[in-house]
């Protein structure tokens, strides 16, 4: 069982950034893939960016050149650092780790507005 903690969001203005923490309770060295999905109202969840084992990225195209997806498996922890933030990022951000088993985090709501 992973338990997924996500931090770092809040309020940023158009053009901003932010940097969002996702905080694993286990080694997170192994599991395969962990990303970033996030999620508005009405909308199904969808595919930020993900990051394997590997260190192999890749970012949906509407955050492509913006958005950076890292992985500290020293410290057990999943980043997003969001650049030029847009209206259009607004969302809930879910923390999402692929091992033995699919875990997602609670969410860490992520508002844009001047």
């Known amino acids: 069982q992973v338990q997924l903690v996500e931090s770092g969001g809040g309020l940023v203005q158009p053009g901003g950034s932010l940097r969002l923490s996702c905080a694993a309770s286990?080694?997170?060295?192994?599991?395969?893939?962990l990303g970033w999905y996030r999620q508005t109202p009405g909308k199904p969840r969808e595919l930020v960016a993900i990051?394997?084992?590997?260190?192999?990225?890749n970012y949906a195209d509407a955050v492509k050149g913006r958005f950076t997806i890292s992985r500290d498996n020293a410290e057990n922890t999943l980043y997003l650092v969001m650049k030029n933030v847009k209206s259009g990022d607004r969302a809930v951000y879910y923390c999402?780790?692929?091992?033995?088993?699919?875990?997602w985090g609670g969410g860490s709501q992520v508002a844009v507005s001047a």
């Open positions: 999402y780790a692929l091992g033995e088993a699919r875990y």
């Open positions: 286990t080694s997170v060295s192994s599991i395969a893939i």
């Open positions: 990051i394997t084992v590997g260190g192999n990225t």
